[in-house]
C-alpha cells in the first residue's frame, strides 16, 4: 500500500489518576522529522518516544503534541534526619554544660529545627507512567498511518490515471514520428522536381537527406525509456511500501526524456504532445512528493 505523508492521528487514554492525550500531525518532508512537544516530566522518555514513532514513520515533518492531566492529590512523604537530630541534641547538651542553663529542647521543639522533618514528593512509577504513555503513542500513531493510507489510495488511484495518459502521448509521438518523416521525403521530392523540373532526380541524394533528417528528429531511444519509467513507477505504486524516494528519481528521469523529445521536435503535433507529457510529468512529481 501506498502512504501519504500528510496524516493525523489523535488518542486518548483516562484512569482514576492520570489522562494523557496525544495529537499528530504531518506534512510532506525530505527524510523524517519529529518534533515533541511534551511536559518536562516525560523528558526522559524522549529517545523511547522516538524510536517508537519511528516503527510507524518513515518520511515526513511530523509534530507530536502530548498533554498530561494528574487527578491525584500531591503525593508527599516526611523524612527524619535522625544525624542531624543527634547534632542538634548533642549542641544542646554542650551549651547546657558550658553555660549553665537549662536545657529546655523538647521532641516538638526538635522537629521543627531547620531539616530535622523534611517533606518530599514521592517519585513517580516510571514503569507504569511508560505504560500509559506508550499505549497513547501506539493509538495515536495506528490512527496516524490509517489517515495516511487513505490519502496515499487517493494518491495511487490518481497517478496511475496519469500514467495512463503519458502512454497515449508516448503512443501517439512514436507513431507520429515516421509520418514526419515520410511527409519531408515528400515535400523534399516536390520542391526538387519543381527546382529541376524535367531532369531526374538523383534518388541516393534524397535519400541521404531523408537519413540525416530521420536521425535528427528520431526519439525512439526516448520513447523506450519512457514506457520503461512508465511500467516501473506504475509497478512501484501497486507494490506500495515507502517508494516516495524511489518515484521522485524516476520521474527526473521522465522529464529529461520529455525534454530532449520536446527539443527535437519540429512539428506542430509532436511539440504540442510533447509539451503535455512535461506538463503531465510535473504533475507526476508533484504528487509524488507528498509519498512516504
Not at 16 to 33: F, G, P, Q, T, W
Not at 93 to 114: C, H
Request: glycine share 4%; proline share 1%.
Amino acid at each position: 500500500m501506498i502512504k501519504s505523508m500528510t496524516g493525523f492521528g489523535r488518542s486518548e487514554i483516562i484512569t482514576a489518576e492520570y489522562k494523557v492525550s496525544i495529537e499528530m500531525k504531518a506534512v510532506n518532508h525530505r527524510y523524517l522529522d519529529l518534533s515533541i512537544k511534551m511536559p518536562k516530566k516525560f523528558n526522559s522518555f524522549e529517545a523511547a518516544i522516538r524510536n517508537l514513532l519511528k516503527t510507524y514513520i518513515q518520511r515526513g515533518k511530523v509534530d507530536v503534541f502530548i498533554n498530561y492531566e494528574d487527578y491525584t492529590e500531591e503525593k508527599f512523604c516526611l523524612k527524619y534526619n535522625a544525624s542531624l537530630a543527634a547534632e542538634y541534641l548533642s549542641c544542646c547538651r554542650r551549651m547546657e554544660e558550658e553555660f549553665g542553663i537549662v536545657n529546655d529542647m523538647t521532641v516538638s521543639k526538635l522537629a521543627r529545627m531547620p531539616e530535622v522533618l523534611t517533606m518530599d514528593q514521592e517519585p513517580e512509577d516510571e514503569e507504569q507512567m511508560w505504560k500509559l504513555l506508550s499505549q497513547a503513542l501506539e493509538e495515536a500513531a495506528g490512527q496516524f498511518v490509517s489517515s495516511r493510507i487513505q490519502e496515499g489510495e487517493k494518491l495511487r488511484e490518481d497517478l496511475l490515471g496519469k500514467l495512463d495518459y503519458m502512454e497515449e502521448l508516448v503512443d501517439f509521438i512514436t507513431g507520429r514520428s515516421p509520418q514526419i518523416v515520410a511527409e519531408y521525403r515528400s515535400r523534399l521530392e516536390e520542391k526538387v522536381k519543381e527546382f529541376l523540373e524535367n531532369s531526374a532526380m538523383d534518388e541516393n541524394r534524397i535519400a541521404a537527406e531523408v537519413t540525416v533528417f530521420a536521425d535528427k528528429i528520431c526519439v525512439d531511444e526516448e520513447m523506450v525509456r519512457l514506457k520503461s519509467h512508465i511500467e516501473a513507477t506504475r509497478k512501484e505504486l501497486n507494490q506500495g511500501g515507502s517508494v516516495g524516494r524511489k518515484l521522485d528519481f524516476i520521474a527526473q528521469e521522465m522529464n529529461r526524456e520529455a525534454n530532449t523529445t520536446l527539443s527535437k521536435s519540429n512539428d506542430l503535433e509532436l511539440s504540442e504532445k510533447s509539451i503535455a507529457l512535461k506538463t503531465e510529468i510535473e504533475k507526476i512529481r508533484e504528487q509524488i512528493q507528498n509519498i512516504e
